[in-house]
């Protein structure tokens, strides 16, 4: 089997770092929301190893990150969107990565998740 | 090993990524809105079974929830070396400590919170088990109130 190396890490750290900024300086008062719902829906659309970048652009917008991966296949970019929504203890994630091979889209992994947030006495 | 399977296994590393960079954004969710409550370890008491109780390609996702409960979320992959979407389903747990003020940098007073971060994502192919990947993370987030 292939070992992966990813630069996907470093650029997703980087991203880790803005959103926990963003966060942070948030405050959680009311309801908070960042990012771009991903067009789950719309990946139905995409055509593997035929869709191009700019079909993917226009069918599920701009994406909020980047990064790369190294596959048993071959290498791959990806495409990050990303949603959080969070209020009064209760946090949803939306994430969507899109993966690219050789100008054309090649598959997806997407979450759509409520995180159960509890406080130690 | 057939090889659809050793080749599977391969993007769980972009998984994992995913889980660290969702267990940060979480994480810090936590720390600055964290419900008040009695901590429970909730599906993640009975992680340790998971390899134990479930065998992939037999165990059912009525055996999955019977382990783990009802899953927190769902998801779906198509990756690169598949041929066909396998679904997902997630595990998320967050919990947070006591505030502490922790003075001033800067001039500009700070919180802190110890917070804990634990994730399970089980993968099926089908109805079937497929296998799980976990992740939990320690910290702390530091945030100034308002």
């Given at each position: 089997m292939?070992r992966?190396?990813?630069?996907?890490g470093?650029?997703?750290?980087?991203?880790v770092?803005?959103a926990?900024?963003m966060l942070?300086?948030a405050?959680c008062?009311?309801s908070?929301?960042?990012?771009?719902?991903?067009?789950i829906?719309?990946?139905?659309k995409?055509q593997?190893?035929v869709?191009?970048d700019?079909?993917?652009r226009?069918?599920l917008?701009?994406?909020?990150?980047?990064g790369?991966?190294?596959?048993s296949?071959?290498y791959?970019?990806?495409?990050l969107?990303?949603?959080?929504?969070?209020g009064?203890?209760?946090a949803?994630?939306?994430y969507?990565?899109v993966f690219?091979?050789q100008?054309a889209?090649?598959?997806y992994?997407?979450l759509?998740t409520?995180?159960t947030?509890?406080?130690?006495? | 090993m057939?090889q659809s399977r050793?080749?599977?296994?391969c993007p769980?590393?972009?998984?994992l990524?995913?889980?660290?960079f969702?267990?940060v954004i979480?994480g810090t969710?936590?720390?600055g809105?964290a419900?008040?409550?009695v901590?429970?370890?909730g599906?993640?008491?009975r992680?340790?079974?998971?390899?134990?109780?479930?065998?992939r390609?037999?165990s059912?996702?009525?055996?999955?929830?019977?382990l783990?409960?009802k899953?927190?979320?769902r998801?779906?992959?198509l990756?690169p070396t598949?041929?066909?979407?396998?679904?997902?389903?997630?595990?998320?747990?967050?919990?947070?400590?006591?505030?502490?003020?922790?003075g001033r940098a800067?001039?500009?007073?700070t919180v802190r919170m110890?917070?804990?971060?634990?994730?399970?994502?089980?993968f099926?192919?089908g109805?079937r088990?497929?296998g799980?990947?976990?992740?939990?993370?320690?910290?702390?987030?530091?945030?100034?109130p308002r």
């Amino acid at each position: 089997m292939t070992r992966a190396r990813h630069p996907t890490g470093a650029v997703l750290v980087s991203l880790v770092l803005v959103a926990t900024l963003m966060l942070a300086l948030a405050g959680c008062s009311t309801s908070v929301a960042f990012g771009a719902q991903p067009r789950i829906e719309d990946l139905a659309k995409l055509q593997r190893g035929v869709s191009t970048d700019e079909d993917v652009r226009r069918t599920l917008g701009e994406p909020r990150g980047n990064g790369a991966a190294r596959l048993s296949i071959g290498y791959a970019s990806i495409w990050l969107y990303d949603y959080l929504e969070m209020g009064s203890g209760q946090a949803r994630i939306k994430y969507l990565l899109v993966f690219m091979r050789q100008n054309a889209y090649d598959g997806y992994l997407w979450l759509d998740t409520e995180a159960t947030l509890e406080k130690r006495e | 090993m057939s090889q659809s399977r050793a080749t599977r296994r391969c993007p769980r590393r972009l998984v994992l990524v995913s889980a660290a960079f969702l267990a940060v954004i979480a994480g810090t969710v936590a720390a600055g809105c964290a419900s008040h409550g009695v901590a429970t370890p909730g599906p993640f008491a009975r992680a340790d079974r998971i390899g134990i109780e479930l065998q992939r390609g037999v165990s059912t996702k009525a055996d999955v929830e019977r382990l783990l409960g009802k899953p927190d979320g769902r998801g779906m992959t198509l990756l690169p070396t598949q041929d066909s979407a396998r679904e997902l389903w997630t595990y998320i747990h967050v919990e947070t400590g006591e505030p502490k003020f922790e003075g001033r940098a800067w001039g500009v007073p700070t919180v802190r919170m110890d917070s804990r971060q634990q994730e399970i994502y089980v993968f099926f192919d089908g109805d079937r088990f497929d296998g799980y990947m976990w992740a939990t993370r320690v910290g702390a987030a530091t945030r100034t109130p308002r």
